[in-house]
């Protein structure tokens, strides 16, 4: 099966020869996606008695939307009615078995349709992992998700680069949590665009490690920054083998197989992640799900900046 990557010029600070070749297509997905913008604004809905959170980004994958949906979704549903929405797509079936076995999810094929049923449900809340770039509805509370390595790529829009839009729109978010380490220059660019941004951080924290500490590790996965859960794992664990996947991965068997063969020859124990343990099927008895839990520093006052805005 053909692994498609993103492409990483996107991550390289500066122009290249690539993005540069790409500019005529990226003119052209500005200009449909600014008129597709337009005539979804000009008939925006906007929903009484229930607070819609949004998770976004305008970074193209791999910025922790997901993880951080649940643990607000935790945090909100101790004194609230919640639920969660994700707009049905096939090839992220991963998230959203993982977003049905940690929240009230509601998937459907229209976002539209979701807040509906959300609606019918009487919730206080409802939170979407994705859908900033939806404007067929008026969102309450939007949080941009940053990868602090990663941060806007190279600036450009897709295809030259990695952003689904503008980074001028970081003006209309009212909150970030910044995933990774303390980064004062990107805290920086983006006040300079919206000088009233909340700020957050955020870090994953592995648990259930005991039963795994004396062994030799092959670690896999197909999520958007692998490497970020290599060196997690490398940290507390002793990593013999990573082998990367690209995100939202459809493993065959033949892959799976080959990957605890070789486990089993070299004597190591085959862990991944629990989006890709929802990928793996009849495999799961042979491959340990690693539990990450995102840390939120100051979560409170983050749940309360949702509650009271």
Same mark, same amino acid.
């Given at each position: 099966m053909m692994k498609l990557s993103k492409p990483k010029f996107w991550d390289k600070k500066g122009?290249?020869?690539?993005?540069l070749l790409l500019i005529p297509l990226t003119i052209l997905y500005y200009l449909l996606f600014s008129i597709n913008k337009y005539i979804r604004k000009i008939s925006t809905k906007k929903f009484r008695d229930i607070k819609i959170v949004c998770i976004g980004n305008i970074y193209l994958g791999g910025t922790g939307k997901t993880p951080l949906t649940i643990e607000i979704f935790k945090e909100l549903s101790t004194k609230y009615k919640v639920s969660v929405l994700k707009k049905f797509n096939k090839k992220h079936l991963d998230e959203i078995n993982l977003l049905k076995k940690t929240t009230n999810l509601i998937c459907t094929n229209k976002r539209v349709q979701g807040v509906e049923k959300s609606l019918d449900n009487k919730d206080n809340f409802l939170i979407l992992d994705d859908g900033y770039q939806d404007y067929s509805f008026k969102k309450?509370?939007?949080?941009?998700?940053?990868?602090?390595?990663?941060?806007?790529?190279?600036?450009?829009?897709?295809?030259?680069?990695?952003? +689904?839009e503008s980074i001028d729109e970081i003006k209309n978010f009212k909150?970030? @949590?910044?995933?990774?380490?303390?980064?004062?220059?990107?805290?920086?660019?983006?006040?300079?665009?919206n000088e009233n941004l909340k700020i957050?951080?955020?870090?994953?924290?592995?648990?259930?490690?005991?039963?795994l500490s004396n062994k030799d590790i092959l670690a896999f996965s197909g999520i958007a920054n692998n490497y970020k859960f290599f060196d997690l794992l490398k940290s507390k664990?002793? @990593?013999?083998?990573?082998?990367?996947?690209?995100?939202?991965?459809?493993?065959?068997?033949?892959?799976?197989? +080959?990957?605890?063969?070789?486990?089993?020859?070299?004597?190591?124990?085959? @862990?991944?992640?629990?989006?890709?343990?929802? +990928?793996?099927? +009849?495999?799961?008895?042979q491959i340990t799900c690693i539990d990450a839990e995102l840390y939120i520093e100051n979560k409170h006052d983050l749940i309360n900046c949702i509650i009271n805005d």
């Amino acid at each position: 099966m053909m692994k498609l990557s993103k492409p990483k010029f996107w991550d390289k600070k500066g122009f290249s020869i690539f993005s540069l070749l790409l500019i005529p297509l990226t003119i052209l997905y500005y200009l449909l996606f600014s008129i597709n913008k337009y005539i979804r604004k000009i008939s925006t809905k906007k929903f009484r008695d229930i607070k819609i959170v949004c998770i976004g980004n305008i970074y193209l994958g791999g910025t922790g939307k997901t993880p951080l949906t649940i643990e607000i979704f935790k945090e909100l549903s101790t004194k609230y009615k919640v639920s969660v929405l994700k707009k049905f797509n096939k090839k992220h079936l991963d998230e959203i078995n993982l977003l049905k076995k940690t929240t009230n999810l509601i998937c459907t094929n229209k976002r539209v349709q979701g807040v509906e049923k959300s609606l019918d449900n009487k919730d206080n809340f409802l939170i979407l992992d994705d859908g900033y770039q939806d404007y067929s509805f008026k969102k309450d509370f939007s949080i941009v998700c940053i990868n602090s390595d990663l941060e806007f790529g190279n600036k450009m829009l897709l295809p030259s680069g990695p952003l +689904r839009e503008s980074i001028d729109e970081i003006k209309n978010f009212k909150a970030t @949590v910044i995933n990774g380490e303390k980064n004062l220059n990107l805290e920086k660019f983006l006040l300079m665009y919206n000088e009233n941004l909340k700020i957050f951080y955020s870090n994953y924290k592995l648990n259930n490690l005991e039963k795994l500490s004396n062994k030799d590790i092959l670690a896999f996965s197909g999520i958007a920054n692998n490497y970020k859960f290599f060196d997690l794992l490398k940290s507390k664990l002793n @990593v013999k083998k990573t082998i990367s996947f690209p995100d939202h991965y459809n493993y065959s068997e033949d892959e799976l197989t +080959r990957i605890v063969e070789t486990s089993k020859k070299q004597n190591m124990t085959v @862990v991944t992640t629990a989006k890709d343990f929802c +990928r793996i099927d +009849r495999f799961k008895d042979q491959i340990t799900c690693i539990d990450a839990e995102l840390y939120i520093e100051n979560k409170h006052d983050l749940i309360n900046c949702i509650i009271n805005d």
